[in-house]
C-alpha cells in the first residue's frame, strides 16, 4: 500500500534558526496536506498544495510540492516556541480517493 | 469558530468489552472521517462516511468496527469485540466536501485505554 515517509523523525532547534522536513510518498499524490499537532493535541491543517512544482508560503513557512508529486518539503524561517509541535504532511493517492495517508511525522522542539 | 467535539476524552474499557466513540462533526459538512494515532506514532486512517455510508475503509477497519450516524448530528465508532491493540486516540474529522478537495477538521480525540 502507500507509504508516506518524513524525515527526519525528530529536530531540535536554537530559537531563531531554520527548519526543514522532507516528505517522500511511494506513490504519486493527487494533492498533499500539512497539518501541524501541539504536543497533546490534535491535528490542525496548515495548507494543500495540488499542482506540480507548487509553492506556497504562510508568514515564516514555506511549502513545497515536487514537480512529480511525490515530495513535499514544509520550511520554517527563524523558527519561534510557539512553532513546537509535530508536522504531518498528509496525501490522497489519486481523485476520488478519500484515503488521507499521513507521513510519519517530524517532531520539532525548540530550544530557548 | 465551529468546532468537531468528541466525547468521552478518555474511555478505560476490559478486553473483549464492546466500546461507542461519538462524535459530533461541524454542522454543515457532508464527509465524516475516523483515524487513529497510536501514542508516539503517526495518524492512521480508519473509514471515511458520507451520506450515511462508509465511502473508504483502510484495513486496519475489520470485522470489530462499525461506524454509524444514527441522527443529524452524531457520528459514532464502535468497536464490538476490543483487544489491547486497540489502546490509542481516536480522532474523529469532518469536512465541508470530499478530502481531495478540502482540509479535515479534527476534533481533539478520545483516548481509549484498553485493560
Known amino acids: 500500500g502507500q507509504q508516506v515517509m518524513q524525515i527526519p523523525q525528530y529536530q531540535h532547534v536554537q530559537e531563531g534558526e531554520d527548519f526543514t522536513t522532507y516528505c517522500n510518498s511511494s506513490?504519486?499524490?493527487?494533492?498533499i496536506q500539512w497539518y501541524k499537532q501541539r504536543p497533546g493535541g490534535h491535528p490542525v491543517f496548515l495548507i494543500q498544495?495540488?499542482?506540480?512544482?507548487e509553492v506556497k508560503k504562510q508568514k515564516r513557512l514555506t511549502f513545497q510540492f515536487g514537480e512529480a508529486k511525490k515530495n513535499s518539503s514544509l520550511h520554517i524561517t527563524a523558527t519561534q516556541t510557539t512553532d513546537v509541535g509535530t508536522y504531518f504532511c498528509?496525501?490522497?493517492?489519486?481523485?476520488?480517493?478519500?484515503?488521507?495517508?499521513f507521513g510519519t511525522g517530524t517532531r520539532l522542539t525548540i530550544i530557548p | 469558530e465551529p468546532e468537531v467535539t468528541q466525547t468521552p476524552s478518555h474511555q478505560v474499557t476490559q478486553m473483549g468489552q464492546e466500546v461507542i466513540l461519538r462524535c459530533v462533526p461541524i454542522?454543515?459538512?457532508?464527509?465524516f472521517y475516523w483515524y487513529r494515532q497510536i501514542l508516539g506514532q503517526k495518524v492512521e486512517f480508519l473509514v471515511s462516511?458520507?451520506?450515511?455510508?462508509?465511502?473508504?475503509k483502510s484495513e486496519i477497519f475489520d470485522d470489530q468496527f462499525s461506524v454509524e450516524r444514527p441522527d443529524g448530528s452524531n457520528f459514532t465508532l464502535k468497536i464490538r469485540s476490543t483487544k489491547l491493540e486497540d489502546s490509542a486516540m481516536y480522532f474523529c474529522?469532518?469536512?465541508?466536501?470530499?478530502?481531495?478537495?478540502?482540509?479535515?477538521?479534527f476534533g481533539d480525540g478520545t483516548r481509549l485505554s484498553i485493560l
Open positions: 474529522a469532518s469536512s465541508e466536501y470530499r478530502a481531495v478537495n478540502q482540509p479535515q477538521h
Open positions: 506513490t504519486t499524490l493527487s494533492n
Open positions: 498544495l495540488v499542482k506540480s512544482g
Open positions: 498528509a496525501g490522497l493517492s489519486n481523485f476520488g480517493n478519500e484515503k488521507l495517508t
Open positions: 454542522s454543515n459538512h457532508l464527509y
Open positions: 462516511f458520507y451520506n450515511n455510508e462508509i465511502s473508504e
